[in-house]
């Protein structure tokens, strides 16, 4: 593995990465405007509290509802979380071919998500967070190679 690729905001180099970037998913039926709005929604078993994520305005709107411990949360939400988010991103990158090379174009570099805000998502900031997005984003890459 040679060259690392870290990406945060959505206004940086390679901020398509984030899920926060602008690009709408079709999954379940539905056209999701963010991976983010997406993947925050799975989170509840209520269709009413997946279609008001489905509405929020933002990303950011997406994430706060989707961190909303009033809603009640998939039982096994966290064992699952990960598929979640590999559905998302591949959606996102098989649907949108500008996006596919993007990421094609990275070959093998490691992707890392640069943030102090989420150590398991991202890198913690330090480099010692699991960068579990990176890591996705890096296998739907080799998915999308074959």
Same mark, same amino acid.
């Given at each position: 593995?040679?060259?690392?690729? %870290? @990406?945060? &905001?959505?206004? $940086?180099?390679?901020?398509?990465?984030?899920?926060?970037?602008?690009?709408?998913?079709?999954? #379940?039926?539905?056209?999701?405007?963010?991976?983010?709005?997406?993947?925050?929604?799975? %989170? @509840?078993? &209520?269709?009413? $509290?997946?279609?008001?994520?489905?509405?929020?305005?933002?990303?950011?709107?997406?994430?706060? #509802?989707?961190?909303?411990?009033?809603?009640?949360?998939?039982?096994?939400?966290?064992?699952?979380?990960?598929?979640?988010?590999?559905?998302?991103?591949?959606?996102?990158?098989?649907?949108?071919?500008?996006?596919?090379?993007?990421?094609?174009?990275?070959?093998?570099?490691?992707?890392?998500?640069?943030?102090?805000?989420?150590?398991?998502?991202?890198?913690?900031?330090?480099?010692?967070?699991?960068?579990?997005?990176?890591?996705?984003?890096?296998?739907?890459?080799?998915?999308?190679?074959?």
């Amino acid at each position: 593995m040679s060259e690392v690729i %870290k @990406f945060y &905001s959505v206004v $940086d180099e390679f901020g398509e990465f984030s899920n926060f970037a602008a690009f709408p998913v079709k999954l #379940k039926k539905k056209v999701w405007p963010t991976s983010e709005h997406y993947f925050q929604a799975m %989170k @509840f078993e &209520s269709e009413s $509290d997946q279609n008001e994520i489905l509405k929020a305005k933002t990303p950011i709107e997406a994430a706060r #509802k989707g961190r909303d411990r009033k809603r009640k949360l998939k039982r096994n939400w966290e064992s699952m979380k990960d598929n979640v988010m590999r559905e998302a991103l591949l959606a996102k990158f098989s649907q949108h071919e500008d996006l596919r090379i993007l990421l094609l174009s990275t070959n093998d570099a490691k992707l890392v998500e640069h943030t102090e805000n989420d150590s398991y998502w991202g890198d913690g900031g330090d480099g010692k967070g699991q960068n579990m997005l990176g890591k996705i984003l890096m296998e739907v890459r080799e998915k999308l190679r074959s």
